[in-house]
């Protein structure tokens, strides 16, 4: 019991050494400064490096586009035909049967309801 105390009372402030009052936050904002700081210089001279490198292969973009074309083409014609249109259909059809879908659900919810509470009162 005496050996919790002394430690205890050791671990308080005494009068010679007082604790810092600023809080462990500030200790905190140099170190990321720095470390922010020095990862933005990276980064910037890392896509500098980038595009320097990237530069000459912009060259070929022109010539493999127009190669590529008639393939991206036709993807396009598939999938204008496998996909688009359908989904255009769909999303037209549901939304003119949209008002429909609502007065059946409500018609079906309130029939339910209405069986239901009939019943209740013919066990009665």
Same mark, same amino acid.
């Given at each position: 019991?005496?050996?919790?105390?002394?430690?205890?009372?050791?671990? &308080?402030?005494?009068? /010679?050494?007082?604790?810092? /009052?600023?809080?462990?936050?500030?200790?905190?904002?140099?170190?990321?400064?720095?470390?922010?700081?020095? =990862?933005? /210089?990276? &980064?910037?001279?890392?896509? @500098?490096?980038?595009?320097?490198?990237?530069?000459?292969?912009?060259?070929?973009?022109?010539?493999?586009? @127009? &190669?590529?074309?008639?393939?991206?083409?036709? =993807?396009?014609?598939?999938?204008?035909? /496998?996909?688009?249109?359908?989904?255009?259909?769909?999303?037209?059809?549901?939304?003119?049967?949209?008002?429909?879908?609502?007065?059946?659900?409500?018609?079906?919810?309130?029939?339910?309801? &209405?069986?239901?509470?009939? @019943?209740?009162?013919?066990?009665?």
């Amino acid at each position: 019991m005496a050996s919790t105390i002394t430690t205890t009372a050791s671990l &308080l402030p005494s009068a /010679t050494g007082q604790l810092s /009052t600023q809080p462990p936050i500030t200790q905190i904002i140099p170190i990321l400064r720095a470390t922010f700081s020095l =990862l933005r /210089t990276f &980064l910037s001279q890392a896509s @500098r490096i980038v595009i320097a490198l990237a530069s000459p292969l912009l060259i070929f973009v022109p010539l493999i586009s @127009r &190669l590529l074309a008639p393939v991206i083409l036709v =993807l396009h014609i598939i999938l204008d035909a /496998t996909v688009y249109t359908p989904y255009t259909i769909i999303s037209n059809v549901a939304a003119a049967l949209y008002p429909l879908y609502m007065f059946c659900g409500v018609a079906c919810i309130f029939g339910a309801v &209405l069986g239901i509470f009939g @019943r209740s009162l013919v066990t009665l």
